[in-house]
C-alpha cells in the first residue's frame, strides 16, 4: 500500500490535464471541428493563468484569466474553419505555433525573466485538498489510508475534471444541447432541415472546449507547477488527442485511458534513479518519453478501429 497509493494518487494528478484536454476534443469533435490546437490553447491558458496569478496574487483571478486566453484562440479556430470554411487541421496547428511563440515573448517582455513567469506563492496557487474525516480514517486498514493518501489531497481541479466525465455524458446524451451536438457532427444537412444553426452549434463546441483547455492549462500551471514555463504543456495536448481517439470519442473509455497515460507517466516518474542489478539506473530520458512512445503505439495498432464522427473535419455549406 506504501508503494502503491502514492502511484495511484500521483495517476490522478497526471491524468487531470490530459483529461481535460480529452473533454475538450471531443466536445468539438463531435460537433464536426478537428481541434488540433488543443496544445496551443492549453499553452495559452497556462500563461494567461500563471500570468494573472502572479501579478494579483489570487488564483481564481489566474484561472479566470486562462479560460479566457484559451477562449480567444478557440474564437480564432471557430471563425477560421466555420465561418471562413478552411482547413481546420492548417488552423489548430497554427494556432500551437502561434501560442509557442507568443507566450515565450509575452513572458520575456513582461517579466524578463527568461520567458517564465515569477514563482508562484501558495495564496496564488491551487493547494491540496484534505476532505473531512481523513485524519480519523487514516488508521482503518485498507480503506483509510486509501481514502486519505489517494481520495484527500488532490486539488479542487482534480476533482473538477472527474466530475465532468458523467456530466460530459449526460449533457452529451441525455440532453437537447448533446443531440443537436452530436448530429452536428454526424449530419449537420438535417441539423439544418430542423431549422438549427449549425454554425452556432459548432462555435458553441468549440467555445466549451476552449474553456475546458483554459482550465487544463491553468490546472498545469498552478497547481501541477508554481509558475509558466516555455513550452510546459510539453505535448499533453496531443496526448490528449490520441486519448480522445483510442476512447472512441467517449467520456467514459476516454477517462480510462487518460488514465492510463498518467499511470505510466507517474511509474515513469517513481522509477527515476532507481538502480535495477544488473542494469543499473534508468535512463531519465527513456523514462520521459514512455507516454509519447505508448502514444505511437496504440495509435498505429488502434486507429484503425476508431470511427470518427461522418461530418468530423468536413466545413459545412448551407443549402439554399
Same mark, same amino acid.
Given at each position: ?20 484536454? /480529452? ?54 479556430? +471557430? ?58 480514517? +487514516? ?8 481514502? /486519505? %493518501? ?38 449537420? %444537412?438535417?441539423?439544418?432541415? /430542423? ?46 488527442? +490520441? ?22 507517466? +507517474? ?54
Amino acid at each position: 500500500m506504501e508503494l502503491i497509493l502514492p502511484i495511484l494518487a500521483a495517476t490522478l494528478r497526471t491524468a487531470t490535464p490530459l483529461l481535460l484536454g /480529452a473533454l475538450a476534443g471531443l466536445f468539438s469533435e463531435r460537433a464536426g471541428i478537428i481541434d488540433v490546437g488543443l496544445e496551443g490553447k492549453m499553452l495559452v491558458g497556462a500563461f494567461a493563468a500563471a500570468a494573472a496569478a502572479a501579478v494579483t496574487g489570487n488564483v481564481l483571478l489566474g484561472l479566470v484569466a486562462g479560460i479566457g486566453g484559451a477562449c480567444l484562440l478557440g474564437l480564432v479556430h +471557430a471563425y477560421a474553419c466555420v465561418t471562413l470554411r478552411g482547413s481546420q487541421v492548417v488552423s489548430g496547428m497554427a494556432i500551437n505555433i502561434i501560442a509557442s511563440g507568443l507566450t515565450a515573448t509575452l513572458a520575456l517582455a513582461w517579466f524578463s525573466q527568461g520567458g517564465q513567469t515569477p514563482p508562484l506563492p501558495p495564496g496564488a496557487r491551487f493547494l491540496p485538498v484534505t476532505l473531512p474525516g481523513a485524519a480519523a480514517l +487514516a488508521g482503518v486498514p485498507v480503506l483509510g489510508p486509501a481514502y /486519505a %493518501a489517494l481520495v484527500s489531497g488532490q486539488t479542487v481541479l482534480v476533482y473538477l475534471a472527474l466530475i465532468l466525465v458523467p456530466f460530459s455524458a449526460w449533457v452529451l446524451y441525455r440532453t437537447r444541447f448533446g443531440l443537436r451536438l452530436r448530429a452536428s457532427g454526424e449530419h449537420p %444537412a438535417a441539423v439544418d432541415t /430542423a431549422g438549427i444553426s449549425v454554425a452556432r452549434l459548432r462555435y458553441s463546441a468549440v467555445m466549451v472546449a476552449s474553456v475546458l483547455c483554459g482550465i487544463a492549462g491553468a490546472y498545469i500551471a498552478t497547481a501541477q507547477g508554481a509558475g509558466f514555463v516555455r513550452d510546459m504543456v510539453a505535448g499533453r495536448g496531443y496526448i490528449a488527442l +490520441a486519448a480522445m481517439i483510442l476512447g472512441g470519442w467517449r467520456p467514459w473509455p476516454i477517462l480510462f485511458t487518460c488514465l492510463l497515460f498518467g499511470l505510466l507517466d +507517474a511509474v515513469a516518474i517513481r522509477l527515476q534513479g532507481v538502480a535495477v542489478p544488473g542494469i543499473g539506473a534508468f535512463p531519465v530520458q527513456a523514462l520521459q518519453a514512455l507516454p509519447y512512445l505508448l502514444t505511437v503505439v496504440l495509435l498505429a495498432g488502434f486507429v484503425g478501429r476508431a470511427i470518427p464522427p461522418r461530418a468530423s473535419g468536413q466545413p459545412y455549406v448551407k443549402e439554399r
